[in-house]
């Protein structure tokens, strides 16, 4: 029997996602991930064009810059189908914690509701991505202990988070009328060229450098970093099926999103060196010099390492950000976060965190980001 291929899809379109910050970590790992599904259509947000490599016709990239109110409500008003609106992303213009940053933040997701919320009559669920900074605040005062953060744990009250500021204005906006939830990951591991916060962009220019100049991989970060339990890893995978998850099954609730098994940098970051073949000294430990100032005059090797190898045109700085490699590996605080609740509920997913960052430096090659070998 034949079977009319776009007629039986477009048929079959039960739901329609739109994805605010489709280039980043997650963004593309959900994008991919739902353009997948039978019975979704994606529409993949961002400022700058991008090729995302989605094969099939249910997914429409759309440019735009959410902090323009103008262009939001030109280009967003349009989408009448929307179902479900992810809401991975933020503007990286002022430093965090600071009311500025609260405050545009706040500006791009208010022009973004004011496009879709009049026009949107099928929104079913907004699904929020935050983080585990969710619990602490980056100016102190730090606890060293072991402290397990629970969803309801109380908000911290130094600083300006973002992230209250965004659940706050969502909850509001929706009216009770459409269902929402928050994901917090702890460190995400993904791909791409267009994230600030990048851990595997940095480990694996890092790495890259390393081998090209036949220099020890060594961990240049603290000693409890190197030697503790100190944070958990989320899978871009795996923030993407939780953020499906949520907001297809649950309501007004916000859940922590990691892996799952805890992990310390000691153990795998020797087999992270075995992965890209470089040098493995006996003790991968050094503290001294740190990631920001290794790599402040290796721009030139990464320009000459991507000439060499034909690798898809970058500067060092699109794929890595040492003051944050830095920040976070020499970070004062543990940022352990509880996935009972999810758990409890349903969301059974889980992955090991080096078999995380394996995945993630086979897609970095393969994007042609960093060397194959
Ligand atoms: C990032 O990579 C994609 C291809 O995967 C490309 O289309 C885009 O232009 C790149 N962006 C930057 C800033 O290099
Ligand atoms: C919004 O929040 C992000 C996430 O931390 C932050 O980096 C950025 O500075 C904030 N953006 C603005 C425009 O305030
Ligand atoms: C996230 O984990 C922290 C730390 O264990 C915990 O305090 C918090 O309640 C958890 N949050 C959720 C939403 O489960
Ligand atoms: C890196 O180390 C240098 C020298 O100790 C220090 O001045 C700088 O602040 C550090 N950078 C980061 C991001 O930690």
Redesign the pocket.
Known sequence: MEIQGNETAEALILNVALILGV?GLVGKALARTLAAKSGWKVYGVAR??????IPGSNYQFISCDLLDPTQTTEKLSLLHDITHVYWITWATQFPLDTPECCEQNKTMMSNTLNAILPKAKSLKHVSLQTGAKHYISLTGPFNRNLVCYYEDSPRVTQGHNFYYTLEDLLIKRLEGKVTWSVQRPGLIFGS???TCFNFMGGLCVYASVCRYLNLPFLFRGSKECWEEIYIDGSDARLVAEQHIWASTTDKGQAFNCTNGPSFIWKEIWPKIAVKFRVEVTEDLFSPDLNFSDFMADKGSIWEEIVEKEGL???KME?LANWGFMDGLLRFKTKMLLSRDKANLLGFKSTYQTLDSILYWIDCMRE?R?IPQS
């Not at 700058?48 to 490599?53: K, P, W």
């Open positions: 280039t700058r064009a991008d090729e995302l490599q791409s060229n267009r898809f045109e970058t699109d994007e980001f």
